[in-house]
């Protein structure tokens, strides 16, 4: 099992299709949050472009891709960007317990 950061960058003038669809994307990550999929995730302040970061624990890269291909924020379009980074953890919750470092 491996920890993911996913980031999400907005696509522009989505505000509106984002409000129209959060019930649905909400319910989505609630569903992966309840499973233990889903570690932690929230949007990027007001200063920020507007955009969201997920931590994901699962088995790939690819894994992570299937999953958030069917979030409704990404399915409707609303998403413009989308990084998965595999994340190693040195310091915190699910730090590799063999301590390594890049």
């Given at each position: 099992?491996?920890?993911f950061a996913v980031t999400y960058a907005y696509a522009?003038?989505?505000s509106t299709g984002r409000d129209e669809h959060r019930p649905r994307h909400v319910e989505?990550?609630?569903e992966q949050f309840d499973v233990g999929t889903l570690v932690k995730s929230g949007p990027f302040g007001p200063e920020e472009d507007p955009g969201a970061l997920?931590?994901?624990e699962a088995g790939s890269k690819?894994?992570?891709e299937a999953l958030m291909n069917q979030d409704p924020f990404y399915l409707n379009g609303l998403v413009e960007q989308r990084t998965i980074r595999q994340w190693n953890i040195v310091f915190?919750?699910?730090a590799a317990a063999d301590g390594t470092r890049n």
């Open positions: 099992m491996g920890t522009a003038n989505s989505f990550l609630q997920l931590i994901i690819a894994d992570v915190g919750a699910h």
